[in-house]
Every structure is written in structure tokens, then in C-alpha cells.
């Protein structure tokens, strides 16, 4: 039998291990781990306009929230892009959870490498560092008049059409490529 301070002690040092991963070490994926409040969600599925049939995109999905989110309050397909491999599998984990793995797929892909050809509504709360990217990534490969919202963050050189909840909505296409 192990004794209760040697146990104990395991245990500690296995949560502890987990925050590092989650809070440092997850940085080497792209980002570190800010949940999106219940508000913000339902603020961009607002702004998306999202509607039974839709697909959106999450770019940088995490434990895949929103993903659920949407997928449940607004019944649409969600895709979501996650490359940390721990954060995906317990995205996928929850979504079988909830019953949602035939409205919800979750790509071990880093959201750059995404192809937004075909997409229409785009969901992310990312690092500030990534905003430039992503402005270049959206404005080339998206359609004219996709939806865009970004929580916290801004693209640097795009104007938001709307924000709520400091959540704010870009409609791509020419009025969108005006300097904030």
C-alpha cells in the first residue's frame, strides 16, 4: 500500500505538471487558455447571424466552447482548428459528451494553415500577435461579405463593422479594408 503523503504528493505534482502544460507550454501551440464567457458567445453568434444550416469556422477552438456553443444554441455545423493535441482531444471528448459529433468536427490544424476558401462565418479569440496574420489570412482567402468576429482582440488595419461585448464583427470585402 502507498502511503497517503507519497500519494498526495503524485497528485500534486501532476496538477501542478498540468498548469504549466496549460498555461506555458501550451504558448508553443499558439496561444495560452482564455475561456469565452457565455456573453461573448452568444454576442458573436448574434453578429454572425448564425442560422440552423450554417457552418462556422473557430479558429484556434481550445477545449472547443464555442464549438458546443453553436453548435447546441444555434444548431449549425462547427468547425473547429486546434493544433495542440491535448486541447483537441478533449474538444472531442466533451463534443461526444453533449451528442454532438455529427454537427461538430475538430481539425489537428494550426489555424493559419486553415483554407477559409469556402467559409463564410469565422469565429476566434486569439493572441493580439496573431491579428496581423489573420486580417492578411481572411481578407485573401474569404469570400466578399463572410462575417468575421474576433473576441478582445482587433484587426490592426480593418474597421469593425459592430462590436458587442467587446466582441467585434468584420464584414470582408472593400468597406472592410479601411484603416481602423
Same mark, same amino acid.
Given at each position: ?22 498555461? $506555458?507550454? !501550451?504558448?508553443?501551440? &499558439? *496561444? ?6 457565455? /456573453?461573448?458567445?452568444? +454576442?458573436?453568434? =448574434? ?11 473557430? $479558429?484556434? !477552438?481550445?477545449?472547443? &466552447? *464555442? ?6 444554441? /444555434?444548431?449549425?455545423? +462547427?468547425?473547429? =482548428? ?99
Amino acid at each position: 500500500m502507498v502511503p497517503t503523503h507519497v500519494l498526495e504528493g503524485w497528485i500534486l505534482w501532476a496538477f501542478a505538471a498540468f498548469l504549466v502544460y496549460l498555461f $506555458l507550454f !501550451s504558448l508553443v501551440w &499558439g *496561444a495560452g487558455y482564455y475561456p469565452t464567457s457565455r /456573453r461573448q458567445l452568444a +454576442a458573436a453568434a =448574434a453578429l454572425l447571424q448564425l442560422e440552423d444550416g450554417d457552418t462556422v469556422y473557430d $479558429l484556434g !477552438s481550445g477545449f472547443g &466552447g *464555442a464549438l458546443i456553443f453553436f453548435a447546441k444554441e /444555434r444548431r449549425v455545423q +462547427a468547425v473547429g =482548428a486546434e493544433v495542440d493535441p491535448l486541447r483537441r482531444a478533449v474538444s472531442l471528448w466533451k463534443i461526444r459528451r453533449h451528442g454532438l459529433s455529427s454537427r461538430v468536427t475538430v481539425l489537428r490544424k494550426n489555424l493559419l494553415d486553415v483554407d477559409l476558401r469556402g467559409s463564410e462565418k469565422v469565429f476566434f479569440f486569439l493572441s493580439p500577435l496573431l491579428m496581423r496574420k489573420l486580417q492578411e489570412k481572411v481578407g485573401k482567402e474569404m469570400p466578399a461579405g463572410s462575417l468575421v468576429v474576433s473576441v478582445d482582440h482587433r484587426f490592426p488595419d480593418w474597421k469593425p463593422k459592430e462590436s458587442r461585448e467587446n466582441v467585434h464583427l468584420y464584414v470582408v470585402g472593400a468597406d472592410a479594408r479601411v484603416r481602423a
